[in-house]
T-cell receptor
């Protein structure tokens, strides 16, 4: 759900489980979506992206699903590891060729060993 | 290949002062974007520069400005600092302005007293 201030949505999983992080985006005209991972004290790190003409894209241990009908994006992480613990952000590009990203509030993923 | 570098990493200023932050993109990257990250508002887009021209701008007051040099290095300036400007300022670079991976620097932590 929505987060305000420091109250990020949180997801706590056991090591080895699969994780699913959800994101609702706002602009139906957005044509490109990205998931980022941010660890404490670091800048966001690119995980995976997807264009609006696709509904699924897979990477190494990660899958992004896009449902344009309900403006929903999800990130699935297989066999979650302690090193996956971080804040995860989705971002949508609403600027077309003038690449302008709008970020979600983020989800804090905690992986318990 | 060196990543995106930002200087300084930490900065403390007082209200009313101005500040200049610097970003060196990854070699060969011509697009540089700036973002502000706060607990309350999350990650917000400030502006993007490509070939020394501002291509896109977020919803920030005119106190926030930037520029890009011929070597793609970029600076952002905030004048007449307010307490609410305390944030992590992130710079990100890309090869060009089409849809490709954007790499973030570690950020500059600005505290306004």
């Amino acid at each position: 759900g929505e987060s305000v201030g420091l109250h990020l949505p949180t997801l706590s999983v056991q090591e080895g489980d699969n994780s699913i992080i959800n994101c609702a985006y706002s602009n139906s005209a957005s044509d490109y979506f990205i998931w980022y991972k941010q660890e404490s004290g670091k800048g966001p790190q690119f995980i995976i992206d997807i264009r609006s003409n696709m509904d699924k894209r897979q990477g190494q241990r990660v899958t992004v699903l896009l449902n344009k009908t309900v403006k929903h994006l999800s990130l699935q992480i297989a066999a979650t590891q302690p090193g996956d613990s971080a804040v995860y952000f989705c971002a949508e590009n609403s600027g077309g060729s003038n690449y302008k990203l709008t970020f979600g509030k983020g989800t804090l993923l905690t992986v318990n060993p | 290949k060196a990543g995106v570098t930002q200087t300084p990493r930490y900065l403390i200023k007082t209200r009313g002062q101005q500040v200049t932050l610097s970003c060196s993109p990854i070699s060969g990257h011509r697009s540089v974007s700036w973002y502000q990250q706060t607990p309350g508002q999350g990650l917000q887009f400030l502006f993007e520069y490509f070939s020394e021209t501002q291509r896109n701008k977020g919803n920030f007051p005119g106190r926030f400005s930037g520029r890009q040099f011929s070597n793609s290095r970029s600076e952002m300036n905030v004048s007449t600092l307010e307490l609410g400007d305390s944030a992590l300022y992130l710079c990100a670079s890309r090869v060009q302005t089409s849809y490709n991976e954007q790499f973030f620097g570690p950020g500059t932590r600005l505290t306004v007293l």
